[in-house]
């Protein structure tokens, strides 16, 4: 592939890289990774609300990785309540998932920013060998995608298999339980998996570029090597 056609590709690579970058930044410190509604099952069990009476009962929640807000609804009117993971939440989240969250986010913009750096240093400088050239540049990717994949898995299960809607909407509540009626993952989330397909592009760019994947040798090089053995 001509020198030209290469820069270009690297370029889009390197600036696709850096917005991912920032948005998974912005992600971050934003409460859209879960939204969703609650109902209060204690106050339509008592009033034995049905149909249209539910939605008196039904408040709604969303949250993100730091903080986040309710409204408690229990037929008296919509009571809005704001949390915040750290430290009020800490003890009935599962810790050290969401923690595990928040680290693989730091490190996957941190590693799309390097990533961004060396596809635009590819493309108008000269490529060093090893890491710095384009092995170096499916590491990046590879990482990056991988620590995107992470993210979802791991805070997917925080939200599924340990009811983390429900830990919030019952925190601090004593005489009413609340129940999750709907939720849905928010725009975060999907900037994640938008990220995590970007990088995993980037690595096929690098391929249609004409460099071989890392650690795959081309067949005139086994041949050599078949004729050297042969040889001796």
């Known amino acids: 592939?001509?020198?030209?056609?290469?820069?270009?590709?690297f370029c889009v690579a390197g600036v696709l890289?850096?917005?991912c970058a920032l948005g998974t930044a912005a992600a971050i410190g934003t409460q859209l990774w879960v939204t969703g509604t609650v109902l209060?099952?204690?106050?339509?069990?008592?009033v034995n609300a049905t149909g249209q009476e539910?939605?008196?009962?039904?408040?709604?929640?969303?949250?993100?990785?730091?903080?986040?807000?309710?409204v408690r609804q229990c037929g008296l009117g919509g009571r809005p309540f704001q949390f915040s993971f750290f430290p009020d939440l800490l003890k009935i989240i599962?810790?050290?998932?969401?923690?595990?969250?928040i680290l693989f986010c730091t490190v996957l913009v941190v590693f799309a920013l390097v990533g961004a750096g060396f596809f635009l240093f590819n493309a108008f400088g000269s490529p060093y060998e090893t890491l710095h050239g384009p092995v170096g540049l499916y590491l990046w990717s590879f990482i990056a995608c991988s620590c995107g994949c992470l993210i979802m898995i791991l805070f997917s299960s925080e939200v599924k298999i340990h009811h983390l809607s429900e830990k919030i909407a019952n925190f601090k509540e004593g005489n009413f339980t609340f129940k999750t009626h709907s939720e849905q993952f928010a725009n975060s989330f999907w900037i994640i998996l938008v990220c995590s397909l970007v990088h995993?592009?980037?690595a096929l760019l690098i391929r249609v570029a004409g460099f071989e994947f890392p650690f795959s040798k081309s067949k005139d090089s086994r041949t050599i090597t078949v004729a050297a053995d042969l040889m001796y």
Do not use: D
Request: hydrophobic share 45%.
């Open 200 to 202: 995993f592009l980037n």
């Open 17 to 19: 890289s850096f917005a």
């Open 40 to 46: 209060c099952k204690t106050g339509a069990l008592l």
């Open 54 to 70: 539910l939605e008196k009962f039904i408040g709604k929640i969303q949250y993100g990785l730091f903080y986040g807000e309710r």
């Open 94 to 101: 599962p810790a050290s998932i969401h923690v595990s969250v």
């Open 1 to 9: 592939m001509p020198a030209q056609q290469k820069k270009i590709i």
